[in-house]
């Protein structure tokens, strides 16, 4: 069987991603469970490099209060001047690694995000950059590093696995993946784990081609 291109990749996930329009009404609609969540935006760029999709990652600054040093994508609380979560996915990336969101095109989002310690509900926003990702200009208060990591290895599961923590009588299932020297937990663990569900049979379809070889 052929290797699954990029460019089918990207065309699935557009087919499989909620409609960007739709954010406004998919946050309401979770946010009547957690009223007094603050509501935030992160955005998922997505670039061709070397015939592979790569994702881009923030290492967040040592000096931050919340979350200092931890592997997370752009973004950040939306403001009363955003006039969706995808616009404030996208303003946040912009002034986080200098992210040219003109070159951006949206294919989506993911569902919302709740996190329990932080009190935000999160809306992960899904875009591919068709001209790379272009250059990068990190806001050192905030970022300390960017990472690029290939689709298809984040997707392998030896880098995976779940623990299943409890907090207020409530027990949730928290998502590890281990990439080189790096560990994605949390919110961006859970919301990388929702992504590479939806292209389950991608990987799938991968394994028997490597399996047939």
């Known amino acids: 069987m052929r290797r699954v291109s990029p460019a089918e990749i990207v065309a699935l996930l557009q087919q499989r991603l909620y409609p960007a ?11 009547g469970d957690h009223p007094a969540a603050r509501k935030a935006a992160v955005l998922l760029p997505f670039f061709e490099q070397e015939g592979e999709l790569y994702l881009a990652f923030i290492r967040r600054a040592s000096t931050l209060r919340a979350h200092s040093g931890e592997i997370a994508f752009a973004g950040g ?11 404030a996915a996208l303003r946040e990336a912009e002034e986080e690694i200098g992210l040219a969101i003109e070159h951006s095109e949206v ?51 030896a880098i995976a696995h779940t623990e299943e923590w409890a907090r207020d009588g409530i ?11 790096y560990r994605i937990w949390g919110a961006t663990g859970r919301i990388l784990a929702m992504l590479l569900e939806l292209l389950q049979d991608v990987w ?5 081609e490597s399996a047939d070889m």
């Not at 299932?173 to 080189?180: A, L």
Request: hydrophobic share 40%.
């Open 204 to 208: 799938r379809e991968d394994d028997t």
């Open 77 to 87: 609380g939306i403001d009363a001047t955003d006039s969706s979560p995808v616009a």
């Open 171 to 181: 027990t949730r299932t928290v998502y590890f993946y281990d990439y080189k020297n």
């Open 21 to 31: 329009q739709g954010a406004p009404a998919l946050v309401d609609t979770i946010e």
């Open 107 to 157: 294919l989506g989002i993911l569902s919302p995000v709740f996190t329990v310690v932080s009190n935000y509900l999160i809306t992960p926003v899904v875009a591919y950059l068709p001209q790379g990702l272009g250059r990068v200009q990190l806001q050192e208060s905030e970022v300390a590093e960017l990472i690029l990591a290939p689709l298809r290895g984040l997707a392998d599961t």
